[in-house]
T-cell receptor
């Protein structure tokens, strides 16, 4: 199983809503990542978890809150987002922090 | 800080022909990894090929091969016998071997490849 899954595929939320994105992998990978990607642009790293501990936060606004409940699961909690936060949110995992990353299909988020 | 540059925003190739996508990077490190990722309109990023900087031999994966020139800091991707399914955005990416950087990928701006039947 070399798959990273993400749910939901699409999400529309208002600026006052609270929602969560979910990412799951069963490859035994110990590093997991959240990226934000705007159309026709490269992904931008948001957070890195290594062995279930947050190791990198790329100065992401606090309205994005990551959580890693266990080694297979990564969540991104969203609250009071702005329209400019509309983007494709990609999750990735790697065996360790120095291995190649495998990406999920992403969640297309629209903030209205 | 490391940077990655893809100077070709768009490229086009005829089906069954060969195309080369360019990538240059800047780093002061001697040990690192380079990748090419493909992102079709379906949007999932797919790892195409990887290259370790300490290996002189160019990586190949079926129809995909790279030309890695470490001194010139160049890492181009050659796609042979292009197929319609190769149409996608291609990103070149750099990753430091420094564990403290947490595996962060530094991406180029991408090259959008179209394949003409």
């Amino acid at each position: 199983d070399t798959e990273v899954t993400q749910t939901p595929k699409h999400l529309v939320m208002g600026m006052t809503n609270k929602k969560s994105l979910k990412c799951e992998q069963h490859m035994g990978h110990r590093a997991m990542y959240w990226y934000k990607q705007k159309a026709k642009k490269p992904p931008e790293l948001m957070f890195v978890y290594s062995y279930e501990k947050l190791s990198i936060n790329e100065s992401v606004p606090s309205r994005f809150s990551p959580e890693c409940p266990n080694s297979s699961l990564l969540n991104l909690h969203l609250h009071a987002l702005q329209p400019e936060d509309s983007a494709l949110y990609l999750c990735a995992s790697s065996r360790t922090g120095d291995s190649e990353q495998y990406f999920g299909p992403g969640t297309r988020l629209t903030v209205t | 800080a490391q940077t990655v540059t893809q100077s070709q925003p768009e490229m086009s190739v005829q089906e069954a022909e060969t195309v080369t996508l360019s990538c240059t990077y800047d780093t002061s490190e001697s040990d690192y990894y380079l990748f090419w990722y493909k992102q079709p309109p379906s949007r999932q990023m797919i790892l195409v090929i990887r290259q370790e900087a300490y290996k002189q031999q160019n990586a190949t994966e079926n129809r995909f091969s790279v030309n890695f020139q470490k001194a010139a800091k160049s890492f181009s991707l050659k796609i042979s016998d292009s197929q319609l399914g190769d149409a996608a955005m291609y990103f070149c990416a750099y990753r430091s071997s420094d564990y403290n950087q947490g595996g962060k990928l530094i991406f180029g701006q991408g090259t959008e490849l179209s394949v003409k039947p």
